[in-house]
């Protein structure tokens, strides 16, 4: 199902551990635990990390093994459609400190920042430094999101599209970020 080009990895992939850490990602559950962690906008490797160490132990601490991980886990991402959102994200765990994140390819990345005096009043936009932002209120950084899922759902926008063009011609565009649930 999945091809893997192991380029400088190759005298490694060739190993018996090499073979088997291939064999162990290209699972189909450890390919969803990969996609989860992406579509969580989380380096993929946090999703296999735990089932990695259990798997191989000592074996993937080297960092020659934890390179080629990461280079065999970008194969079968972008097999699948995702491409590197950011490389060298930093990661506290085990056995990683740094890894790439992933994202669909149809995902823009946004930027939330909210009114210090009302915080439900949001400003979404494509720059996270130096962002034009409005000059009525004090903005503080509040989130990064790039799932369209998680636009719709946390700030009300119906057409990523739509956003972007605005954004893109306006700097910004400012969302109300209306109550979920009232008091009771």
């Known amino acids: 199902m999945f091809a893997y080009s192991p380029d400088k990895f190759a005298s490694l992939y060739a190993t018996d551990l ?15 635990r990969l996609e989860t962690a992406s579509e969580l906008s989380k380096p993929a490797v946090e ?14 601490l080297a ?3 934890k390179q080629m991980v990461g280079h065999m886990v ?12 950011q490389s060298d994200v930093k990661v506290q765990s085990v056995p990683f400190s740094k890894a790439a994140r992933y994202r669909r390819a149809d995902w823009i990345t946004f930027h939330a ?14 720059r996270r430094q130096n962002a034009a ?5 004090r903005w503080c950084y509040y989130a990064t999101f ?13 057409d990523i599209r739509q956003l972007r063009q605005h ?5 910004y565009q400012r969302v109300r970020i209306e109550r979920m649930l009232r008091r009771a």
């Open 18 to 32: 090499g073979q088997r850490i291939w064999s162990f990602l290209t699972t189909p559950e450890n390919v969803a």
């Open 47 to 60: 999703g296999i990390e735990e089932q990695l160490l259990a798997e191989f132990r000592e074996e993937v």
């Open 63 to 65: 960092d020659r093994v």
């Open 74 to 85: 970008r194969q079968i991402l972008e097999q699948r459609d995702w491409v590197l959102d």
């Open 113 to 126: 920042f909210r009114n210090t005096s009302d915080p439900r009043d949001v400003v979404l936009t494509d």
């Open 133 to 137: 932002l409005p000059e009525d209120a």
């Open 146 to 158: 790039a799932s369209p899922l998680k636009a719709a759902v946390a700030f009300g926008v119906r």
């Open 167 to 171: 954004v893109h011609a306006h700097g």
